[in-house]
């Protein structure tokens, strides 16, 4: 039994050391300088003894990266995200490019060398061993001082027979249980299908009856259409009877105010009889009037002459009595 003082808690490995405040530093060592380039200087910031040196353009240097920054954040917020992967399953980046390119993380860079002086190779290090420190003493072991084998098998044989043993036993009873879950498996699957037989055989009869009533709901619907399609026709049949039952007689009557209907020998004594009468009395009125006429005209002539005899006889006669 162990009391601790304090709670146990993992013991931090550092696997590097902590560097030094880069302000309280004094550089000695070049591989600690900021000013020092390392690596490929291509895409590199170079940070130069005056913009170092002014604190203004330092401050602008970092608003401008902090908007950068946010305008970056900014469009990656807006971008449409893929939905994240299902369980079991992960995304892979894919190239949806016309041509594709080879992506690598590997900035190019070139090797170069130079020759050294050869120095001398360094002499392998010998093997550290402990210094010795004790009495060396030994001891005689015979045969059956540690191990009996009779002895040692019987728990292990013991324990190899009664898993065997159990193993076969609940072999056994699986093999029972198995039995009674396909009994009742089989007496499941009967029941379920009468029922799903009875089931088959209620919704048949509802199929039924459903179709039958729909049946004699369309059937009474066609009585009732023939019924009022029926007392339509009686009502526009009387209707049209009494409407018509002063309208033939007008009807007639304006007609026969027109001369549609009419009696053949008048209409053929108005038609054919009198115009040619009245024909006639105007040709015998048109004699008439030319002989009175000629009758007017001789009786003129007659007596313009007789009044020219009667004037030259009575210049005869006044010239007689004047001589």
């Known amino acids: 039994m162990y009391t601790y003082s304090s709670h146990p808690k993992p013991v931090e490995i550092r696997k590097y050391r902590d560097l030094p405040d880069p302000s309280q530093l004094q550089y000695g060592n ?38 950068a920054i946010a305008r970056k954040q900014a469009k990656d917020q807006l971008k449409t995200k893929t939905p994240e992967a299902i ?15 080879e992506l690598s993380n590997i900035i190019q860079v070139s090797e170069m060398d130079c020759q050294t002086d050869d120095f ?28 009996d084998f009779d002895l040692e098998v019987q728990p292990v044989l013991e324990v190899l027979v009664g898993k065997t043993i159990e193993q076969s036993l609940l072999e056994v009873m699986e093999e029972e249980e198995l039995a009674c ?38 059937q009474q619907k066609e009585v009732l259409k023939k019924e ?48 040619w009468l009245i024909a006639e009395v105007n040709n015998q009125l048109d004699k008439r ?11 003129y002539e007659v007596t313009q002459k007789r009044l020219l005899e009667f004037t030259h006889l009575m210049s005869g006669q006044n010239s007689c009595c004047d001589s």
């Open 30 to 67: 070049i591989m600690y300088d900021r000013r020092v380039v390392r690596g490929n200087l291509n895409g590199q910031q170079v940070i130069s003894k005056n913009n170092h040196s002014d604190p203004g353009m330092q401050q602008r240097q970092q608003a401008y990266r902090r908007r």
């Open 87 to 101: 369980q079991g399953r992960q995304h892979v980046d894919v190239q949806t490019d016309s041509f594709l390119e």
């Open 120 to 147: 001398l190779d360094k002499p392998s290090t010998p093997l550290f061993v402990p210094a010795k420190s004790g009495v060396d003493v030994e001891t005689q072991i015979e045969e059956g001082d540690l191990f």
């Open 181 to 218: 879950l396909r009994t009742q498996q089989r007496v499941f699957q009967e029941l379920r299908n009468n029922e799903l037989a009875e089931v088959q055989r209620l919704e048949e009869q509802e199929r039924r009856y459903r179709e039958e009533k729909e049946r004699r709901v369309a």
């Open 228 to 275: 009022e399609e029926t007392a339509e026709k009686i009502a526009a049949r009387v209707f049209s009877h009494q409407y018509l039952a002063g309208l033939l007689p007008a009807v007639f009557t304006a007609l026969r105010n027109h001369g549609y209907f009419y009696d053949p020998v008048e209409k053929d004594i108005s038609v054919n009889f009198l115009p």
């Open 289 to 299: 009037y030319a002989a009175r006429e000629v009758l007017d005209n001789i009786i």
